[in-house]
């Protein structure tokens, strides 16, 4: 009897194991429909608390649509307009930046003659091209380039989710057999992703105001752009502000010099050490309960799956599945597992267990 409950249990296991790779492939192949629609989600999930605000003011639902569609348009376009007319300067530029460039690069192979390092300025100059910088924010910008030419669908979709706002509670509760729970359990998910997005963007802003500001005063070119890109890659976790610093960084060695380099380097390690490793995650893991190992693993896991775009939404995507593995009692000790505090946890658990006895 024991044997053939456990070649049961086995044969379960495997079939997981297989839907999980079949729905992983499927959404894989499936991704250019399920981006558009993930950011539609992720974007009216932010936008209807504020749309809520509106509302109680007594101004029409669409009304109130419409006005926080303009403000996101509006600073999107900003952004875009921003980072498009940066980019096309410093691409015009280059041949400037080069002919710095070489004469940097003289002095360099000077000081390293000195202690019989012969190597030339040629040499040094293809493998540190001044197009690397550029590149790298073309790539950048041009990986996101696909979405946004989804940009009128993704608002047509978030404008439909947002009118069914107010009535999708009310779908649901119908849907769940134990809605009270259920709806508990979405209401925390929903609080969890406004916590993470307003912590999020808050870190984000002065991240890209200090990175700003830090490069205005060093007199590097495009301090503008630098910044709005530290701004926008500080939302990937563990990893973006110091993607963020490389072109920065080039840029610099390029128009000042490597010593000016070096303290800019310097300080974009310095900020991102204290925003990412001091500030966030002290605010984050309230916000969250996820764990930090679990967050840059999943970094790599959405980013794998789903490109830049995983990486941005890694995890609002991660609180989706935890919150799914704490509706099964089956998988809870993988929601344990993610959970950033075990006793929280535990509390957690209690607290539910009690609601469910009363």
Request: aromatic share 8%.
């Amino acid at each position: 009897m024991k044997l053939i409950l456990n070649e049961n249990s086995q044969m379960r296991n495997l079939v997981m194991v297989a839907a999980v790779i079949i729905i992983l492939g499927g959404i894989k192949i499936a991704t250019p429909i399920i981006i558009p629609f993930l950011l539609a989600v992720f974007i009216a999930i932010i936008c209807n608390p504020l749309v809520n605000v509106i509302t109680r003011c007594r101004i029409p639902r669409a009304i109130a649509i419409f006005v926080v569609l303009i403000i996101a348009i509006t600073i999107g376009l900003s952004i875009t307009s921003v980072i498009g007319s940066s980019v096309q300067q410093l691409t015009s530029n280059i041949g400037d930046y080069q002919s710095q460039i070489r004469g940097h690069y003289g002095d360099l192979v000077v000081f390293l003659s000195k202690y019989n390092i012969n190597i030339s300025s040629d040499t040094l100059l293809e493998y540190f091209n001044p197009g690397t910088a550029v590149t790298m924010v073309s790539s950048m910008i041009s990986s996101l380039s696909g979405v946004m030419a989804n940009i009128f669908l993704i608002l047509l979709t978030v404008v439909f989710m947002l009118f069914e706002g107010d009535v999708l509670p009310k779908k649901l509760h119908l849907m769940f057999k134990d809605p009270d729970f259920k709806l508990a359990q979405l209401d925390k998910f929903l609080d969890s992703v406004n916590k993470y997005v307003a912590i999020k963007t808050l870190v984000s802003i002065a991240t890209g105001i200090t990175v700003g500001l830090m490069l205005f005063i060093m007199d590097v070119d495009f301090y503008l752009l630098w910044g709005l890109i530290a701004f926008l890659l500080n939302y990937v976790p563990n990893i973006g502000s110091l993607i963020a610093a490389v072109p920065a960084v080039i840029l610099t060695t390029l128009q000042l010099g490597l010593p000016e380099a070096g303290a800019v380097a310097a300080g974009y390690v310095t900020i991102n050490l204290i925003m990412g490793n001091v500030i966030e995650p002290r605010f984050m893991g309230k916000g969250l309960g996820l764990s930090t190992l679990i967050v840059f693993l999943s970094l790599i896991f959405w980013g794998w799956l789903l490109g830049l775009v995983g990486m941005l939404l890694a995890v609002p995507l991660t609180m989706i599945v935890k919150i799914g593995l704490e509706t099964i009692n089956d998988q809870n000790w993988m929601s344990i597992l993610i959970s950033s505090d075990v006793d929280v946890k535990k509390s957690s658990d209690v607290e539910v267990k009690n609601n469910q006895e009363a």
